[in-house]
């Protein structure tokens, strides 16, 4: 949780959601580790999946972005908050690349074959803390619902990026048009595919 946030609930604020017109989010998912579930022991399973989100952990970390949280094998992530920024999608995309090493890495370290899909999307999102246990820095809004749907129609060892994150990026990263894919209460909608940063 971010040490603001946490600030504001030790003074009992009951229900904290900010408004952020622009910031990116991130969904990446480890292809294949759902089926190695069904075969390996659950605790060693953990600790792979462990050793994985903390290399992830340390990259949101450098490169000043906000870990949202963990779901099964998923990992969220988001630029451009609690505190705005205005290289946010720049930021997570360098994140998104580096996920991609530090899964090879882990690979290669590990004698694994997983590999990463990942989706980011740009836009408004509502950040914030609801209930009243188990606290968790969340984000809601359309924006959420379509950086995951650019992950979960996405591609292994692909970052695939919507139309909206593809303009803030194209000036300093190298992407290519994958096409018109269909997403739910969306329709037709174009997505491209990062490939790495421009040299200048």
């Known amino acids: 949780m971010p040490k603001a ?20 989010v991130l969904f990446a998912d480890i292809v294949g580790f759902t089926a190695l579930s069904a075969v390996m022991n659950p605790i060693d399973l953990v600790e792979l999946l462990n050793k994985i989100f903390s290399g992830f952990d340390l990259l949101c970390e450098r490169h000043g972005l906000e870990k949202i949280k963990t779901i ?21 995309a360098q994140m998104a690349l580096d996920m991609q090493t530090e899964i090879a890495r ?49 591609l292994p060892w692909r970052i695939q990026v919507s139309e909206t994150t593809y303009k803030l990026l194209e000036h300093r990263y190298l992407l290519q048009e994958r096409g018109t894919i269909q997403v739910k209460g969306k329709g037709g909608m174009k997505t491209y595919l990062l490939v790495g940063k421009k040299i200048r």
């Open 5 to 24: 946030i946490a600030e504001r609930l030790k003074k009992n604020e009951t229900t904290i959601a900010e408004y952020f017109p622009e910031v990116t």
């Open 72 to 92: 099964g094998d998923a990992y969220m992530a988001v630029g451009g908050l609690p505190s705005p920024r205005a290289d946010h999608a720049e930021a997570i």
């Open 106 to 154: 882990f690979n290669a370290n590990n004698n694994k074959y997983f590999s990463i899909r990942i989706g980011i999307h740009s836009g408004a999102v509502v950040a914030g803390v609801i209930g009243l246990k188990k606290f968790i820095y969340d984000l809601w809004g359309d924006t959420v619902n379509i950086a995951s749907r650019m992950e979960s129609h996405g």
